[in-house]
């Protein structure tokens, strides 16, 4: 069946802008996160969704960046007033509860 | 100390040999354990849970040990193919505490 998918694959946007990041996930796949990797670079979570539950919000670098998952499926991440320091991977990934977590092929954000 | 800890490599290993990779974690309450395989400017991949009993894949082996808090990876007869970087993943259960190795880099060298 289709995996996780993440659009644009690819992002370049000035700095200050606002960028708005879409993952899809597996279907039926409860558990929704979103990772920022630089170059080089281990994972960084950001945010995880898990059912109708609150998320958790604990990696958020800053009050720049926001997520939102809309009936349970599809989530967006904004990141508002962007700086060249957010360049990097963002990686979503989905999983059912206690499984090992798939991910989608990432967007590359460049701020230039 | 780091929640779940990696040697970053590189190991550089030629075709044919055995190679293992050991990961640590620190949270004594970890629930579920993986292994990731991660190729240059690619997404992670799942490459295998890793439970208590041990478990086999083909020449991949996955090891786990509560006491010493640490799980390992095997690999036997390397091939080329087998270049990346693996990814220890230890999860906390509970609301979800997923928590990513920084990965150990392996180059197998004809």
């Known amino acids: 069946g289709a995996g996780v998918s993440q659009s644009p694959s690819n992002k370049v946007t000035e700095k200050g802008k606002d960028v708005e990041l879409r993952c899809d996930p597996i279907s039926g796949h409860t558990a929704l996160y979103w990772y920022r990797q630089s170059l080089g670079q281990g994972l960084e979570f950001l945010i995880y969704?898990?059912?109708?539950?609150?998320?958790?919000k604990s990696g958020l670098p800053s009050d720049r960046f926001s997520a939102e998952r809309t009936g349970g499926s599809v989530s967006t991440l904004t990141i508002q007033r962007t700086q060249q320091e957010d360049s990097a991977v963002y990686l979503c990934?989905?999983?059912?509860?206690?499984?090992?977590?798939?991910f989608g092929p990432g967007t590359r954000l460049t701020v230039t | 100390r780091k929640e779940v800890e990696q040697d970053p490599g590189p190991f550089n290993v030629p075709e044919g040999a055995t190679v293992a990779f050991n990961c640590t974690y620190s949270?004594?309450?970890?629930?579920?354990f993986f292994w990731y395989r991660q190729d240059c400017r690619k997404e992670p991949k799942l490459l295998m849970s890793v439970y208590s009993s041990g478990n086999e894949d083909g020449r991949f082996t996955a090891q786990l040990n509560r006491a010493s808090q640490y799980i390992s990876l095997l690999i036997r007869d390397s091939k080329l193919s087998d270049s990346a970087t693996y990814l220890c993943v230890v999860d906390s259960g509970g609301y979800q505490k997923v928590t990513f190795g920084i990965g150990t880099k392996l180059q197998v060298i004809p």
């Open positions: 949270n004594s309450a970890s629930q579920s």
């Open positions: 990934a989905s999983s059912l509860e206690a499984s090992g977590q798939y």
């Open positions: 969704f898990q059912g109708n539950s609150a998320p958790d």
